[in-house]
């Protein structure tokens, strides 16, 4: 995927300012963890398959300098941090939320993981993306 000179400042600019430099970040490229769930990473994949075939660059588990690793990442476009909701309850996501800074607390797009296989096709793109 090419990456246009303003999208390119603007992902530098947020990797300056938030990502922790000890780990590694790669573009356009999904990873997980082995400790999330089946329906966490159907839901990441889907996100990222959106992302990529409408050209927006995103990074999956980015370590945050607050310590918080961000399931996505796409600075670009839509919110900054996209967060999948799994096994989260309401107090793990708000001392997660909490963690963040201040300017980022309004920047998280939340999705609902759903078990895929157990749904049709118009279900998911209902039950994925909480609104």
């Known amino acids: 995927m090419v990456m246009f000179r303003a999208e390119q400042e603007i992902i530098n600019d947020f990797v300056r300012r938030y990502v922790d430099r000890s780990f590694r970040v790669?573009?356009?490229?999904?990873?997980?963890e082995l400790k999330n769930g089946f329906a966490h990473d159907q839901a990441v994949f889907r996100c990222c398959r959106a992302l990529h075939l409408l050209g927006v660059p995103f990074a999956t588990e980015?370590?945050?300098?607050?310590?918080?690793?961000?399931?996505i990442v796409c600075?670009?476009?839509?919110?900054p941090l996209i967060e999948v909701l799994?096994?989260?309850?309401d107090f793990s996501l708000s001392k997660k939320l909490l963690?963040?800074?201040?300017?980022?607390?309004?920047?998280?797009?939340?999705?609902r993981a759903v078990v895929v296989?157990?749904?049709s096709p118009e279900e998911i793109d209902?039950?994925?993306?909480?609104?």
């Open 26 to 32: 790669y573009w356009n490229k999904m990873s997980f």
């Open 62 to 71: 980015v370590r945050l300098r607050c310590g918080n690793v961000a399931d």
């Open 75 to 79: 600075p670009t476009h839509i919110k």
């Open 86 to 89: 799994a096994s989260e309850t």
């Open 99 to 111: 963690r963040l800074p201040e300017e980022l607390r309004g920047e998280v797009l939340l999705l």
């Open 117 to 119: 296989n157990k749904l």
């Open 126 to 131: 209902e039950a994925v993306f909480i609104r």
